[in-house]
């Protein structure tokens, strides 16, 4: 009996850790996800990097969007991101700019 009880006690744990977890749009996955994600560096910086480096600035999301559409590196020395990335359009670059900056 108490290993069933210990079983249902760790299988809501799973769960509810899994459901606390911060995913990534569909149209990021599809566009960035093969050099981003969202808490490990891949390619490109974690976009919780990217949070972090624009963190309480005003313009941090127009700055990220804009960043997104010209490409470049950004300071960050791991190359050169492609502009609006791998074809991007500017609604998905918008939806894509705002999810980033309110990553914590």
Avoid: R
């Amino acid at each position: 009996m108490k290993s069933i009880i210990v079983g249902v006690i760790v299988s809501g744990v799973m769960v509810s850790g899994s459901a606390m977890a911060v995913d990534m749009p569909a149209d990021g996955k599809a566009k960035c996800g093969a050099c981003h994600a969202i808490d490990v560096k891949k390619i490109g910086p974690s976009w919780k990097d990217v949070a972090a480096k624009y963190a309480g600035k005003p313009d941090a999301e127009a700055t990220i969007a804009a960043n997104i559409t010209k490409g470049g590196s950004f300071g960050w020395k791991m190359g050169n991101m492609p502009p609006k990335g791998m074809g991007a359009n500017d609604a998905q670059i918008q939806s894509f700019a705002k999810f980033i900056a309110g990553l914590k």
